[in-house]
């Protein structure tokens, strides 16, 4: 079971670069099903968000070890892919996150730490 993510965020395309948003989109998710048919991920899933006034237009949640993600984060194709997207989307983010049986792991070491200072 997987126990890292990452959230791979982004807004709205740069003006007049929206079918090149639309090309590197395709190549991302091609890039984590090729991920996770390679075992590098346990899966991935692309979300867009209807409009509702924020930054935020859509994201990937991809789940792993946090070794395996911290792994394909080094890699060559996976820092030009991010690169390329960068120049195409506003506020493109890759937040590392916690999942699953790691959530209750952190927050036991919250409420430990919560418990010195209660």
């Excluded at 003006?15 to 190549?27: A, T």
């Excluded at 070890?65 to 080094?74: F, I, K, P, V």
Aim: net charge negative.
């Amino acid at each position: 079971m997987s126990e890292a993510a990452l959230f791979v965020g982004w807004g709205q395309p740069v003006r007049g670069r929206e079918k090149q948003s639309l090309d590197v989109f395709s190549e991302a998710a091609t890039y984590y099903g090729e991920r996770l048919a390679d075992g590098s991920i346990e899966s991935f899933e692309p979300v867009l968000l209807k409009p509702h006034g924020g930054d935020l237009d859509g994201f990937f949640l991809i789940k792993g070890s946090a070794q395996g993600l911290a792994t394909m984060q080094a890699s060559e194709e996976f820092q030009r892919l991010h690169v390329r997207a960068g120049m195409i989307v506003d506020n493109l983010g890759i937040i590392e996150a916690w999942v699953d049986d790691a959530v209750l792991t952190e927050l036991g070491y919250f409420g430990d730490a919560a418990g010195e200072f209660g």
